[in-house]
């Protein structure tokens, strides 16, 4: 055992159908000094903890807070004073519903006690049962009435998710895939029909990596700054919809956190990165194409290196050895047309 808090008093109180936001019923009540501790800490959403006879504060059962409205409001306790509502609280452990001083507590003459408990190996339900038998190996036989573990939370919180979670990664695999392959078709297409372009870049002197490098960069780019504008929308809608996913669990006044960094840092390289893999194949097979040919392949597909095969045919080639020759300034071989 790590870390322990308690005993608290606690006690069941009957509330009237419409108190609050409750369709009535028993609300659990627990004594504490303050919602602080080494275990089951509080967080106070609105108004302020109850420390005096008298006072109680609520727990809020979903993301958000009810609002300061609502404090004020009075509770009739058979047997004690009226319980005067001063706060709001949520807690991720379900300890409680609600709290109250622990002087106000005595004076409801509370029947059962709560122990709360951190023990170091806890990651199994075999685990926590066997160090709380430690825990209290000096209590009578049945002091223990029911045991509340973080793993029953886990799968009561996680029961929805799990539903849905699985599907929601098939369709994003399933998104990234045709992402991919959109992205791999437009690049190869921008490297092949820029053909003419890497033949003159060749023939005015650029060496074929200094080619590859401006291709490259070219693809580059624009998936920077289409990587960039999409996380930040990603980041802008991802919050909202994860607080609907995720509304009525008890984790504070926020429902859920913002985007984590990592997930930014791989939408921000990993687009980039996807574009210039993608690239890199045309690219590189523009490479090995000598000016002439690279010239030739981007100004007349197909058949375009034969100049008697038809006339449309001749003319491309010759329009493409008259290109040849304007890049290179050098004579161009002789073409019959």
């Given at each position: 055992?790590?870390?322990?808090?308690?005993?608290?008093g606690?006690?069941?109180?009957?509330?009237p159908?419409?108190?609050?936001?409750?369709p009535?019923?028993?609300?659990?009540?627990?004594?504490?000094?303050?919602p602080?501790?080494?275990?089951?800490r509080?967080?106070?959403?609105?108004?302020?903890?109850?420390?005096?006879?008298g006072?109680?504060?609520?727990?809020w059962?979903?993301?958000?807070?009810?609002?300061p409205?609502?404090?004020?409001?009075r509770?009739?306790?058979?047997?004690?004073?009226?319980?005067?509502?001063v706060?709001?609280?949520?807690a991720?452990?379900?300890?409680?519903?609600?709290?109250?001083?622990?002087?106000?507590?005595?004076?409801?003459?509370?029947?059962?006690?709560?122990?709360?408990?951190?023990?170091?190996?806890?990651?199994?339900?075999?685990?926590?049962?066997?160090?709380?038998?430690?825990?209290?190996?000096?209590?009578?036989e049945?002091?223990?009435?029911?045991?509340?573990?973080?793993?029953d939370?886990?799968?009561?919180?996680?029961?929805?998710a799990?539903?849905?979670?699985?599907?929601?990664?098939l369709?994003?695999v399933?998104?990234?895939?045709?992402?991919?392959?959109?992205?791999?078709?437009?690049?190869?297409?921008?490297?092949v029909?820029?053909?003419?372009?890497?033949?003159?870049?060749?023939?005015?002197?650029?060496?074929?990596?200094?080619?590859?490098?401006?291709?490259?960069?070219?693809?580059a780019?624009p998936?920077?700054?289409?990587?960039a504008l999409?996380t930040?929308?990603?980041?802008a809608l991802?919050?909202p919809?994860?607080k609907?996913?995720?509304?009525?669990?008890?984790?504070?006044?926020?429902?859920v956190?913002?985007?984590?960094a990592?997930?930014?840092?791989?939408?921000?390289?990993g687009?980039p990165?996807?574009?210039?893999?993608?690239?890199?194949?045309?690219?590189l097979?523009?490479h090995?194409?000598?000016a002439?040919?690279?010239?030739?392949a981007?100004?007349?597909?197909?058949?375009?290196?034969?100049c008697?095969s038809?006339?449309s045919?001749?003319a491309?080639?010759?329009?493409?050895?008259?290109?040849?020759?304007?890049?290179?300034?050098?004579?161009?071989?002789?073409?019959?047309?």
């Amino acid at each position: 055992m790590t870390a322990a808090a308690g005993p608290f008093g606690q006690s069941v109180v009957d509330v009237p159908e419409g108190w609050l936001w409750m369709p009535g019923g028993s609300l659990t009540v627990v004594g504490r000094a303050d919602p602080g501790g080494p275990v089951d800490r509080v967080e106070v959403l609105e108004g302020r903890w109850a420390t005096a006879p008298g006072e109680i504060t609520v727990g809020w059962t979903s993301g958000g807070s009810p609002g300061p409205e609502l404090l004020g409001t009075r509770l009739e306790v058979p047997g004690s004073a009226p319980l005067t509502v001063v706060g709001f609280a949520a807690a991720m452990s379900k300890s409680a519903e609600a709290w109250v001083a622990p002087e106000q507590m005595a004076a409801m003459r509370p029947a059962t006690a709560q122990m709360l408990y951190r023990f170091e190996d806890s990651s199994t339900d075999a685990q926590l049962d066997s160090a709380l038998a430690r825990a209290t190996a000096g209590l009578p036989e049945g002091a223990r009435t029911s045991v509340h573990t973080h793993l029953d939370l886990r799968r009561a919180f996680s029961s929805l998710a799990d539903a849905y979670v699985p599907f929601m990664t098939l369709f994003g695999v399933l998104g990234l895939l045709v992402s991919a392959l959109i992205v791999g078709n437009v690049v190869s297409g921008a490297v092949v029909s820029g053909y003419r372009h890497i033949g003159v870049l060749k023939a005015l002197g650029f060496t074929p990596n200094q080619v590859v490098a401006v291709y490259l960069m070219m693809m580059a780019v624009p998936a920077v700054v289409g990587s960039a504008l999409g996380t930040l929308l990603g980041n802008a809608l991802a919050e909202p919809i994860l607080k609907v996913a995720f509304s009525g669990i008890e984790t504070g006044r926020a429902a859920v956190g913002g985007v984590g960094a990592w997930v930014s840092v791989v939408c921000l390289l990993g687009m980039p990165a996807l574009v210039l893999l993608t690239a890199l194949v045309p690219a590189l097979r523009a490479h090995r194409l000598s000016a002439a040919r690279a010239i030739s392949a981007g100004s007349a597909p197909g058949r375009a290196a034969g100049c008697v095969s038809s006339a449309s045919s001749a003319a491309a080639g010759c329009r493409a050895r008259s290109a040849w020759a304007w890049a290179s300034r050098s004579p161009a071989p002789a073409a019959r047309c």
